[in-house]
């Protein structure tokens, strides 16, 4: 079993930053693909950010320029770098994780609890 405990949210005013971490833990063969999700009031969960083991990334169109997603293969850690908040990017955002487990090598795919980022004056 892989367990992913998100870090970093919180209130800030629009313009501001915020940079959120998700380490993941257990008996972790590899990592393939990490990904940063977000789901405000009433919207579905959407994809933000994602990054490959290779470290290729992909960005939803609304957060291109302002998010930069990172990972630390060793440290089985990704973490998004938020610049330039706006109001529309309050949201709870997950921590997403798909690879393989130690175990008879079986895939697993892991979510993290959540953790809010408020964007307001």
């Known amino acids: 079993q892989v367990q992913l405990v998100e870090s970093g949210g919180g209130l800030v005013q629009p313009g501001g930053s915020l940079r959120l971490s998700c380490a993941a833990s257990?008996?972790?063969?590899?990592?393939?693909?990490m990904g940063w999700y977000r789901q405000a009031p009433g919207k579905q969960r959407e994809l933000v950010a994602g990054i490959t083991s290779g470290g290729s990334t992909n960005y939803a169109d609304s957060v291109k320029g302002r998010f930069t997603i990172s990972r630390d293969n060793a440290k089985n850690t990704v973490y998004l770098q938020m610049n330039s908040l706006k109001p529309e990017d309050t949201a709870v955002y997950y921590c997403?994780?798909?690879?393989?487990?130690?175990?008879?090598?079986?895939?697993?795919?892991?979510w993290g609890q959540g953790t809010q980022v408020t964007v307001s004056s």
């Open positions: 997403n994780a798909e690879g393989t487990v130690v175990a008879a090598l079986a895939d697993f795919g892991s």
């Open positions: 257990g008996s972790i063969f590899s990592i393939n693909a």
